[in-house]
């Protein structure tokens, strides 16, 4: 075991999202599965039903009168007994939660409880919430700085990410920049059926509106594309799609090894994210990553923290948010030159072994948990190695 190489005994972590847990949010739950020294206990406020919930995860609140007025009075006040005594029962080392608002909503429990509290910021809870106009706007800023004093660390996933946590009042010396990776397995041997891959949410931040623009603005015959995902605007994109006669199919949300697979089909990967008009943006999109691992190149923008990702030239494309032109012009230039692709493929997997590799994030993420159980935070910066940040 590691212990016997001079690290400290195992700790328990609780790994803490409030709703537990969203089928598009694969990162959360690699996360807890890729520790290795670390024991992780799964803890939510309520439980979704999706592909990624799992019987072992514990939920506070469950589905009853009782239990939706426990959560409601923790999401007003940030306090719950219930939560409490959960967290004391559980005796966790460290508690970490995912996204912002959900770090506020656990924060007195862990402080009750004896356990730092680390938190990582992903995208929209230190973009568009903290936009937000009037009470609630302002409510949300005030509980986001209360959690930036309570908590011991804050992740964020990208520079672009640390940039913004730190604008809306976190301590610098507390805000460090860590990757959540990916699995890094064999690329899957399968035939390619698609030319175009897109797989998120279809919301505005994704600029699926860009793509469905540009796919029409290619010369017949378009390419063979899909689109995987569901959100609010993919009825509208999908008759847009139609209007403008595209080889369009559309999928909704599939499982973590159907995505995998669908990626290794495909030619290519479109990611043309954006920041929306109510200020919401990405973090660092997991399916570039995950396209990747099967060898597949991106096609993006230069958005957040996608640059770290995708190096224009040498793992992908990338253009100007928004710039639907752009985004045709290099999705033809792809699909035309199966050489540059094959290129660009092979080098966005070595990109990823070498800094997204889900074993050796993880690897890093517990040196920096045997940290702060040290007690060698704030500043722990100097607590771990530079060269393994």
Known sequence: MPHARGYPPPGRVVIWRSAMLSGSETFVRNHGQALA??????LGATKEESALAEESDLVVYPDSAAGRRAFLRLRLTGSSPRLTRMLARLRPDLVHA??????????HAAAQAGAPLLV?????????????????????????????????????VS???????????????KVLVHHTGVP??????????WDVVFVGRFVEK??????????????????????????PLRDRMRARAAELRLDATFLGAQTPAQVSRHLAE??????PSKTAADGDSEGLPTTILEAAVQGVPTVS?????????????????????????????????????????????????????????????????EELYDAIRAGAAPGVRSAVPPGRR
């Open 37 to 42: 020294r670390w024991r992780s206990v799964y």
């Open 98 to 107: 995912h996204f912002g608002g959900d770090g506020w909503l656990v924060s």
């Open 120 to 156: 990582t910021v992903h995208g929209h809870d230190v973009t568009r919430q903290p936009d937000s106009s009037g009470i609630l706007g302002g409510r949300y800023r005030r509980n986001l700085r209360t959690m930036f004093e309570r908590a011991t660390v804050v992740l964020a």
């Open 159 to 173: 520079e672009h990410i640390r940039g913004k946590a730190i604008a809306l009042g976190a301590d610098p010396e």
């Open 184 to 193: 890094v397995t064999p690329a899957l041997a399968t035939p390619k059926r």
């Open 206 to 231: 994704k600029g699926v509106d860009d793509l469905i623009d540009a796919l029409g603005a290619l010369p017949t015959p378009r390419p063979r594309s899909l689109l995987i995902g569901d959100g």
């Open 266 to 271: 495909s030619h290519l990967l479109a990611a």
């Open 301 to 365: 923008t230069r958005h957040s923290g996608i640059p770290e990702a995708v190096v224009h030239g040498e793992t992908g494309l990338l253009g100007a948010e928004g710039d639907s032109t752009a985004i045709a012009h290099h999705i033809q230039k792809l699909l035309g030159n199966p050489g540059l692709r094959e290129r660009l493929g092979r080098q966005a997997r070595e990109r990823v072994e070498t800094r997204f590799d889900l074993r050796r994030q993880s690897d890093r993420l």
